[in-house]
């Protein structure tokens, strides 16, 4: 049994064949060019996503052997697909050519803030917070397809006429692997739309009216662990591969990593920082700057969460790199951050596209302060570092004061949680153990988890083999005033950009 697991990020695609035993037997991964148009526009072209996503495909087939012209052939053998996926990202494209009618907004921009402040004025976010459990802010998709149906030519009264198509990441895979016979989404990508109500778990009619969607435009939602078709004219793959899981990346991280009860805990160190609190059956209404999403239950089924996250994380690092230049690659920064024992009191606040949780400030912009004559690379490489630490740290104690649950450990994934640095320095400033599976890639897992119970190989998470490995547990060093200086400092930095 082998399961295909397509994981299409904000900087690329992975994509993982795994095995009975949820053992990785092959990876493959190309990186996804971004197109930053204008200060705080983010884009991404929808033909280079799928692109990237097919050399991914490829190069994970050719390592497992079974690739074009290798072992049994174009994908052979593969008994199941899952896909998981940056969220809240907007496409639309036309149906009949199935090409896009421009370029796809990515959940970074925040050219819609503006628009997102005038409903505010108008009294609109109470509603908006109470049906779908998000906040009204340039993140979620709802005013960025407002935009692209308001500037791109004719696309209004297309989309009435159902010539166009509206989806996330998912669903517009979901087109293109199925040959645009499937336009379906799920229940954790829809909640990410603010176009979904979280309680009745469908599309809200009060909603599509306060943004002037067409109905015709929207995806059909079916279970994350269900039926999206099967692969037609799909390069390197046969026709007829069943497509059996579907989530957002944050909520597939979350069920990879065996969270789906209530109290299950995780953040996701990638382009950003995402931290999830499993909630049960019922949703929790949000506070402190959190929000309220759809997750998955033990068969895939919808349930609920609490989310804070954090817009610039593993992005700051990639800036060092390739907006200054203080790093040849990524994985340098472990090293040059321990080369000194602390920031020399600079702070970088890396608001770059805004604060998200627990601040929610669209307007703020990034900060670097503290800087003297005697700061250093390795101390700007520190704080860039330090900076991650801190917005998770700050999302972990909103997420306290709301849920009242005390936590013990936190579970981690995605790549920067590979800095063992990073992971230390986190244990420090929580004072709580950091836990790391062998299996970071735990977005891919649970995608592949996803598709394995979908297509009947596994009945439930909870029974599914684990991934193997180690887990490696960070304690924390640090003492209490030591955690309480280094805190008050970010929060001092903070309060430069973050004030009302």
């Known amino acids: 049994m082998s399961i295909l697991a397509i994981d299409q990020g904000t900087t690329g695609t992975t994509a993982l064949v795994v095995d009975g035993r949820a053992r990785v037997v092959a990876r493959g991964y190309a990186e996804l060019p971004q197109h930053f148009p204008k200060p705080g526009w983010v884009e991404h072209d929808g033909e280079e996503i799928w692109a990237a996503t097919l050399r991914a ?24 697909i899952g896909i998981t996926n940056q969220r809240e990202t907007t496409l ?62 004719r696309a209004r009264s297309r989309a009435k006429r159902g010539a166009l198509a509206f989806g996330t990441v998912d669903s517009w895979l979901l087109w293109r692997l199925t040959g645009g016979k499937t336009h379906a989404t799920d229940p954790t990508n829809a909640s990410r739309t603010l176009l979904f109500h979280l309680r009745r778990l469908e599309w809200d009619a009060a909603l599509l009216d306060r943004f002037d969607v067409s109905p015709a ?29 579907i989530a957002g990346d944050q909520q597939a991280a979350l069920f990879g990593q065996g969270c789906v009860t209530a109290g299950g805990m995780k953040n996701t160190y990638g382009t950003g920082c995402f931290l999830m609190l499993h909630t049960g059956t019922r949703p929790v209404a949000p506070r402190s700057g959190l929000l309220a ?11 609920y969460a609490l989310e804070g996250s954090v817009f610039v ?11 200054l230049g203080l790093l040849a690659d990524a994985s340098d920064s472990e090293g040059i951050a321990r080369s000194v024992p602390d920031t020399a009191g600079s702070y970088l606040v890396p608001a770059f596209t805004g604060l998200g949780a627990p601040y929610w400030r669209p307007d703020a912009r990034g900060i670097w302060c503290g800087l003297t004559r005697g700061t250093t690379r390795a101390h700007l490489v520190r704080a860039a570092l330090e900076s991650i630490a801190h917005q998770s740290c700050d999302v972990v104690e909103a997420m306290r004061r709301e849920s009242g649950v005390a936590i013990r450990a936190l579970r981690v994934d995605g790549g920067a949680s590979r800095n063992d640095f990073l992971m230390q320095l986190q244990a420090d400033l929580l004072g709580i153990p950091i836990e790391r599976p062998a299996m970071v890639e735990s977005t891919a897992l649970g995608a592949a988890y996803l598709a394995g119970i979908g297509a009947g190989i596994w009945e439930r998470r909870d ?38």
């Open 57 to 80: 495909v490829a190069e994970a087939l050719r390592r497992w052997g079974h690739g074009p012209g290798r072992g049994r052939g174009r994908g052979a053998g593969i008994d199941a």
């Open 92 to 153: 639309l494209w036309d149906r009949k050519s199935g090409r896009p009618v421009a370029r796809g907004i990515v959940w970074q921009d925040r050219r819609t803030s503006e628009r997102c402040a005038a409903l505010r004025r108008a009294g609109a976010e109470p509603r908006i917070a109470r049906a779908t459990g998000l906040r009204l802010d340039p993140y979620f998709s709802a005013t960025k397809l407002e935009w692209l149906l308001d500037r791109v030519p």
């Open 217 to 245: 435009l929207l995806p059909e939602v079916r279970p994350s662990a269900g039926d999206f078709g099967v692969t037609r004219g799909v390069p390197g793959l046969p026709d007829g591969v069943p497509i059996r899981g």
């Open 293 to 303: 999403t759809v997750a998955c239950g033990a068969r895939g089924e919808a349930a």
């Open 313 to 323: 994380a593993g992005a700051a690092i990639q800036w060092l790199r390739d907006g």
């Open 463 to 500: 029974r599914a083999p684990e991934a193997a490995g180690k887990i490696s547990r960070f304690r924390p060093r640090l003492g209490i005033a030591a955690r309480r200086r280094m805190r008050a400092g970010w929060a001092a930095a903070v309060a430069l950009i973050a004030r009302d």
